[in-house]
Nanobody, 116 residues
């Protein structure tokens, strides 16, 4: 059974930084594609960043230059370093895993709140 456990959310002032972590279990992490998504109140869930098993990354335009996604295959963990945070980054952030068979799994979400 695939499990994703996120951590690292919280309350931060605008301009501050947070690092989210997502630890995966129950699948072969090194051949899985990973991603971070977010959902703000009243809005649809949107892609923030992805990192495929080969290491190539992709970012939403709204976070380019501020957020960095990375992975540690030895720890089965994906990270999202968020710098220069803005109030509009406030959302619940979800970790996503696509396994070798393209099955999608989601974490429970972690709240990020950026105060102005």
């Amino acid at each position: 059974q695939v499990q994703l456990v996120e951590s690292g959310g919280g309350l931060v002032e605008a301009g501050g930084s947070l690092r989210l972590s997502c630890a995966a279990s129950g699948t072969i992490f090194s051949i899985s594609d990973m991603g971070w998504y977010r959902q703000a109140p009243g809005k649809q869930r949107e892609l923030v960043a992805t990192i495929i098993k080969e290491g190539k990354t992709n970012y939403a335009d709204s976070v380019k230059g501020r957020f960095t996604i990375s992975r540690d295959n030895a720890k089965n963990t994906v990270y999202l370093q968020m710098n220069s945070l803005k109030p509009e980054d406030t959302a619940v952030y979800y970790c996503n895993l696509l396994d070798y068979y393209r099955n999608a799994y989601w974490g429970q979400g972690t709240q990020v709140t950026v105060s102005s």
